[in-house]
């Protein structure tokens, strides 16, 4: 394709949303897998606990005997925190920044006040990834297009757009995090990037 109409690019933009293959597109899967286990476990806790026939007591026992979460999961929660963009701060001050917005989302989400994601319990975290990874989802959407956008402003077609991505990011456009298509949106906008370092036809 020598040169691609804004519905062409926007058909790209809808292709990048497909499943990639690897470890990246497996890691949601896995993701959400492992929260539905531990959904489960917390269902059945909170049965048996109901069954006990003292209610008072139930209420005590589940909340002393809730799950506490595996290591893995809170890895994955802190990745699903990137990739939702709540902890996007870096450089001087990031840390606190981002602790900050973190337990924000933290009590306007679970309901939940912490100091450390390690406070929170197994189901917990578990809901926090599900919810995160939907709002990942939104935020790589909203990423796409408006790369597409700015893209198609610069007169570029679909197939100089994967090439330089590609080039620029070194992973191909499937394998790219949404904290990757920022960085390649940021240096669109910068114009470290313009349709004169895209290959030409027939060019590397």
Known sequence: MKAATLQQLQSFADNLGQPAAGPIS?????????????????????????????IVDAVVVEDEEQPKPAAKALRDLGVWFGEAGV???TGKGSTKANDEARFAWI??????????????????VADAIKKLMQ???TR???LQQRIV???????????????????????????ASNADYDVFLQKLNNSEVTLDSAPTEGGA
């Open 140 to 142: 790589r959407a909203d």
């Open 149 to 175: 956008n700015v893209w198609a402003d610069l007169g570029g077609n679909n197939q100089q757009l994967s090439a330089v991505f590609t080039r620029e990011m070194k992973k191909p456009v499937g394998e």
């Open 135 to 137: 709002q990942a989802a």
């Open 26 to 54: 497996d890691a949601p899967r896995k993701a959400s897998e492992r929260a539905d286990v531990l959904l489960e476990a917390a269902r059945e806790q909170s049965t048996a606990a109901a069954d006990d026939g003292d």
């Open 107 to 124: 009590a306007d989400n679970l309901d939940a006040t912490v100091t450390s994601t390690k406070e929170l319990n197994a189901p917990q």
């Open 87 to 89: 902890t996007v701060h």
